[in-house]
Nanobody, 118 residues
Framework: QVQLVESGGGLVQAGGSLRLSCAAS????????IDWFRQAPGKEREFVAR????????YNEDLVKGRFTISRDNAKDTVNLQMNSLKPEDTAVYYC???????????WGQGTQVTVSS
């Protein structure tokens, strides 16, 4: 099927930047969209951004407020999330998820921790 691995998380100060990557392997030709989600301790999972293979991009504008950019690296089967002007409330585990053709299956990565200090 499809396997996803997130990377790029870490500890940064408020106002700093991180670039997260979601690398896909397996049956990547079946992917039609990659989503980024995040979940903070004690909070519900939040949608962050979506990039479809039809080149449609959707952001959670209340959350992103122009600070994040999602993009695709075709050669590497990788989707990136550039995060700028980070705030402590951005602290969470960030997950990517793949939507695939031919069914309702969703594939998830293991998550990468983002911690933003004051």
């Amino acid at each position: 099927q499809v396997q996803l691995v997130e990377s790029g998380g870490g500890l940064v100060q408020a106002g700093g930047s991180l670039r997260l990557s979601c690398a896909a392997s397996g049956r990547t030709f079946t992917i039609i969209a990659i989503d980024w989600f995040r979940q903070a301790p004690g909070k519900e999972r939040e949608f962050v951004a979506r990039l479809t293979w039809g080149d449609s991009i959707t952001y959670n504008e209340d959350l992103v407020k122009g600070r994040f950019t999602i993009s695709r690296d075709n050669a590497k089967d990788t989707v990136n999330l550039q995060m700028n002007s980070l705030k402590p409330e951005d602290t969470a585990v960030y997950y990517c998820a793949a939507q695939v053709q031919g069914g309702s299956n969703t594939y998830w990565g293991q998550g990468t921790q983002v911690t933003v200090s004051s």
